[in-house]
Antibody
Framework: QVQLVQSGAEVKKPGASVKVSCKASGYTFTGYYMHWVRQAPGQGLEWMGWINPNSGGTNYAQKFQGRVTMTRDTSISTAYMELSRLRSDDTAVYYC???????????????????WGQGTLVTVSS | QSVLTQPPSASGTPGQRVTISCSGSSSNIGSNYVYWYQQLPGTAPKLLIYRNNQRPSGVPDRFSGSKSGTSASLAISGLRSEDEADYYCAAWDDSLSGHAVFGGGTQLTVL
């Protein structure tokens, strides 16, 4: 069965960076886009961006441009999200989410719904 | 400020029918499918409705979705205590280079 297992909770100081991992199993890792979504305490869901595990191509929300880097290691079916220059308002649960879309006949990826990892709490505090 | 607009809260008594609305624009709901996610306390979101009105296997038929123009709604009939959760609508937005957008979430209370 499809599983996304994320790395454990992190505590970081302001200005530092954090790298969260998301190990996929139960499907062909390179066949589906992977997204990252975060949720601050008591708040809603905020989309951060996606990575195409096949090509390594990325697309980030404007809010995170310049601070976020999404990468992958296809040899171990793992996606990563690194957020730099952390601030206190980056404290949140970070989710990876598999995009259940598909490639159409022209090679275009049609996005669809998300299958979520369990989440990783990142706390930014001095 | 979320791109999609949902009421922050909704409530109902067991057995009742409740609806949660989600309002967007022509670039997201108006031209793309709507998805609904259920988030139980302390857990990751779970897909409830895809492609406007389709239920994944395992989701009870008490849950239904609809879409009209730039708005969508989620209906829950025969409300049960275990339906108490946060509900989020989502869509893809063509004006944002295919970015995903979410509603702010609706906290459902079963009285």
């Amino acid at each position: 069965q499809v599983q996304l297992v994320q790395s454990g909770a992190e505590v970081k100081k302001p200005g530092a960076s954090v790298k969260v991992s998301c190990k996929a199993s139960g499907y062909t890792f390179t066949g589906y886009y992977m997204h990252w979504v975060r949720q601050a305490p008591g708040q809603g869901l905020e989309w951060m961006g996606w990575i195409n595990p096949n090509s390594g191509g990325t697309n980030y929300a404007q809010k995170f441009q310049g601070r976020v880097t999404m990468t992958r290691d296809t040899s171990i079916s793992t996606a990563y999200m690194e957020l730099s220059r952390l601030r206190s308002d980056d404290t949140a649960v970070y989710y990876c989410a598999r995009d259940d879309g598909h490639y159409d006949s022209s090679g275009y990826y049609a996005h669809s719904s998300f299958f979520w990892g369990q989440g990783t709490l990142v706390t930014v505090s001095s | 400020q979320s791109v999609l607009t949902q009421p922050p809260s909704a409530s109902g008594t067991p057995g009742q029918r409740v609806t949660i609305s989600c309002s967007g624009s022509s670039s997201n709901i108006g031209s793309n499918y709507v998805y609904w996610y259920q988030q139980l306390p302390g857990t990751a979101p779970k897909l409830l409705i895809y492609r406007n009105n389709q239920r994944p296997s395992g989701v009870p038929d008490r849950f239904s979705g609809s879409k009209s123009g730039t708005s969508a709604s989620l209906a829950i009939s025969g409300l049960r205590s275990e339906d108490e959760a946060d509900y989020y609508c989502a869509a893809w937005d063509d004006s944002l280079s295919g970015h995903a957008v979410f509603g702010g979430g609706t906290q459902l209370t079963v009285l």
